[in-house]
């Protein structure tokens, strides 16, 4: 089946930018989507990009997506103490399937 | 902000109780998912269903079961709760006509058996 996969811990000083880094393998992807998870909550959907897009800003954060490479990224600027959490990266054909990569804990240090 | 919501929050139970894991949804999405998850771990797809009387198991094995009789309504249940089901509960649903397919998660249900 299809795959996503992020390293699984980030660790940022508070004001620095962050980038999580996501891998995946479904050739057929029509959006990817970044989650932001806080301790004992549901997943809350940060953003998303069609796959034709190579970039989408929004306020702090930035997506950038290599097609080629098969590569997403999410970048945080001037990172604050609340962005501490656990962010997934997902991936869909067509609301056919939906793959979510394990998880990356950013933790923020002050 | 999503209109999905489950209940109870949070549910500590003795070994062989029969329960049943609440997941309503007020958007007329036709799409809904069952997710386990262990704290900060990997979401695991356990149930989904495309429409009304429509439910599949996910790629994660459960001994749990679901129903779809309404579009809003997507309840789970065990039979006969064990500490192995000790675990986070993670209810999601999607629109098929939305155009970027994304899907909205509830707060979860901590479940806990002892």
């Known amino acids: 089946g299809e795959d996503v996969e992020q390293s699984l811990f980030l660790s940022v000083r508070e004001g620095d930018s962050s980038v999580i880094n996501c891998t995946y393998t479904d050739s057929s992807s029509t959006y990817l989507y970044w989650y932001k998870q806080e301790p004992g909550a549901g997943l809350q959907l940060l953003t998303y990009i069609f796959s034709n897009m190579d970039m989408k800003q929004d306020q702090r954060l930035t997506v950038l997506l290599n097609k080629k490479d098969k590569h997403l990224s999410l970048r945080i600027a001037d990172t604050q103490t609340g962005d501490s959490a656990i962010y997934f990266c997902a991936e869909t054909d067509y609301g056919q399937n939906f793959v979510f990569g394990p998880g990356t804990r950013l933790s923020v240090l002050p | 902000e999503a209109d999905i919501y489950q209940t109870p929050r949070y549910l500590v139970i003795g070994t062989g109780k029969k329960i049943t894991l609440e997941c309503s949804q007020t958007m007329g999405h036709d799409k809904m998912y069952w997710y386990q998850q262990d704290p900060g771990m990997e979401l695991h797809l356990i149930h989904y269903?495309?429409?009304?009387?429509?439910?599949e198991k996910g790629d994660l094995s459960s001994e749990s079961t679901v129903s779809r009789i309404r579009t809003e309504h997507f309840p789970l249940t065990l039979e006969s709760a064990r500490p192995s089901h000790t675990s986070q509960y993670l209810c999601?649903?999607?629109?098929?006509?939305?155009?970027?397919?994304?899907?909205?998660f509830g707060p979860g249900t901590r479940l806990t058996v002892l």
């Open positions: 999601a649903s999607s629109e098929s006509a939305s155009g970027s397919d994304e899907q909205f």
């Open positions: 269903s495309y429409g009304v009387n429509s439910t």
